[in-house]
Each structure stands twice: as structure tokens, then as C-alpha cells.
């Protein structure tokens, strides 16, 4: 009996013991089935973040796929548009020799006709000349002769006024734009000074060219001064064309002129007149416009400097 109560009071401590490490087993367990709960609730989030994901992915593309499809119809139709208005210009130019041609014709059939109506006026007048007396001949020969005499030196006026006219046009255009870069050369230093930048002419007329590369520029009028150059496009009238080609040779501005590295390049254009939209342009490139006013020679439209390109 007393053996039975000690072994039972050995065992209880015992079993206590087991209880515990079953409950901190359990609570193991329990926290660990717990870890795994949150772990896959996360990725039952994750996998559902990538599942939207994936969506917004494929709606994206789809939409890009969209745009592309609008953008290769919208290249088409203009390809399409662009071939009919060539077709257009061919058949202008077609019907324009045409119809030179057929005025060609024209004139030379008159010439023909006017060369044989003088031809039978004549035959005509040596019949008259015939039928009356021989001092009346005379003096229709003389007088016939003083009228030839007369059309022709009156001809040869004529074609002399209309080369003269031609020769003094050919001059004329010639030396426009020579006129415009003189006043433009003359105003330019006054110009920027009253827009808060003092520069000095830097040359007129500045050829530039790589031939290897076939590449060339003449800069009609150069400002510059310790930090910037500005070279300055002169027109008597400036077109969209002529704003777009001087872009273009601004791209080649620092190699043509090294001498400008380390300075801020910007670019003028200078007309009398600016064509419907060259204005415009020349704006939207973030170009200075230097243009004709009432009040002084030329006068350049209000920019910010640092609205300005740089080349």
C-alpha cells in the first residue's frame, strides 16, 4: 500500500510534465497552422494583386493594340490621300502642257493665218498698184515702206523695253535681299539691346561647307557675344519653306562653326514679310522673329530666353 502511494505520487509530477510539454506541443502546432493561415491568405493576396495585374496588362495592351490599329489606318488613309493628291498634281501638270501645247498651236496657226492674209493683202495691193497710175504706186510703196520701216523700229523698241525690263526684274530680286540683310545689320544690335541683349555684329554673309559630307550653310547675318551667338536668316519674304530649311542648316551650325562651342546658340529669322503661317512657325520652333513695324525699322516680337531653342 505504502508502495502504491509513492509510485502514484512519482507519477503525478510526471504526468503534469507530459501535460505540459502536450499543451506547448499543441500551441506549437496551433501557432504554426495559424502561420500557415496568414502565409496563404498572402498569397491568396499576392495571386490576386498578379491576377489584376495581368488584367490591367492585357486591357493595356489591348488599348495599345487599339491605338495601333487606328494609327496604321490613320497612315493608310493619308498614304491613300497623299497618292490622290499626287494623282491630282500629275493630271495638273498633264492639262497645263496641254494646254500650252494647244496654245502653241494656237499662236502658230495665227501666225500662219496673219502670214497669208498679208501675203493676199499684198498680192491685193500689187494688183491695185497695177490697175492705177505709176505716181500713186510710188507713193503707196513709199508710204507702205515708211509704216515697215516704223513697225519695225517700233518692234525693236519693244523687245529692247521688254529685256531691259527682264534685265532690271533679274537686278531687282538679286539685290532685295542684299538691301533687307544691309537694314537687318544695321538695326539688329539696337534691336536686342532694347530686348536686354547686348550684342555686337559678328560678319554678314558667313559661308560655311564640309563638301565630303555635302553639307553647307551661309549665315546671312552672325551676332554674338561672350556667352551666346545668334545668327540671324534674312527674307524679304519669308515662307514656311524658307523657316524649315534654316532649321535644318542650324543642325550643322556648330560644326560648320566651331569657333561658337561653349556659347548658347539660338537663331533669328528677319523678314519684310512673313508669308500666311512662317510667323507661326518660326514661334512654334521657339525661333526669335525680328520683323518690319511703324515705329522703328524692325522690331523683334517679345520672348522669354528661356523659352528659347537651343543649337
Request: aromatic letters at 4%.
Amino acid at each position: 500500500m505504502q508502495n502504491e502511494v509513492a509510485r502514484k505520487d512519482f507519477d503525478m509530477p510526471q504526468l503534469r510534465q507530459m501535460v505540459l510539454k502536450n499543451t506547448e506541443r499543441i500551441d506549437r502546432n496551433e501557432l504554426m497552422i495559424n502561420q500557415m493561415r496568414m502565409e496563404n491568405m498572402e498569397f491568396a493576396r499576392k495571386a490576386a494583386e498578379r491576377d489584376e495585374w495581368l488584367e490591367n496588362s492585357r486591357k493595356e495592351h489591348d488599348r495599345w493594340a487599339r491605338h495601333m490599329r487606328e494609327t496604321l489606318d490613320e497612315i493608310a488613309q493619308i498614304t491613300k490621300q497623299s497618292q490622290i493628291e499626287q494623282e491630282k498634281r500629275e493630271r495638273a501638270r498633264e492639262l497645263e502642257r496641254q494646254l500650252r501645247e494647244r496654245e502653241r498651236e494656237q499662236e502658230r496657226q495665227q501666225r500662219e493665218q496673219e502670214r497669208e492674209r498679208e501675203k493676199q493683202l499684198r498680192e491685193q495691193e500689187k494688183q491695185q498698184r497695177e490697175q492705177e497710175r505709176q505716181e500713186r504706186d510710188r507713193e503707196q510703196e513709199k508710204r507702205k515702206r515708211e509704216l515697215d520701216a516704223l513697225f519695225a523700229e517700233t518692234d525693236r523698241q519693244l523687245k529692247e523695253t521688254s529685256l531691259e525690263v527682264k534685265r532690271l526684274s533679274r537686278q531687282l530680286s538679286g539685290t532685295t535681299g542684299h538691301i533687307v540683310e544691309g537694314l537687318v545689320s544695321s538695326s539688329t544690335e539696337r534691336i536686342f539691346q532694347k530686348a536686354g541683349l547686348e550684342l555686337h555684329n559678328s560678319g554678314r554673309n558667313l559661308k560655311r561647307s564640309i563638301p565630303s559630307e555635302k553639307i553647307a550653310m551661309e549665315v546671312d547675318v552672325l551676332l554674338s557675344n561672350e556667352e551666346m551667338a545668334i545668327p540671324v536668316e534674312v527674307k524679304a519674304n519669308c515662307t514656311e519653306a524658307n523657316v524649315k530649311r534654316f532649321l535644318h542648316q542650324m543642325g550643322h551650325f556648330r560644326r560648320l562653326f566651331p569657333e561658337y562651342d561653349g556659347k548658347e546658340v539660338y537663331a533669328a529669322m528677319a523678314a519684310i514679310n512673313y508669308e500666311k503661317g512662317a510667323a507661326e512657325l518660326a514661334h512654334k520652333e521657339k525661333l526669335l522673329v525680328i520683323r518690319v513695324n511703324s515705329d522703328d525699322i524692325f522690331s523683334i516680337d517679345s520672348f522669354e530666353r528661356e523659352d528659347l531653342r537651343k543649337f
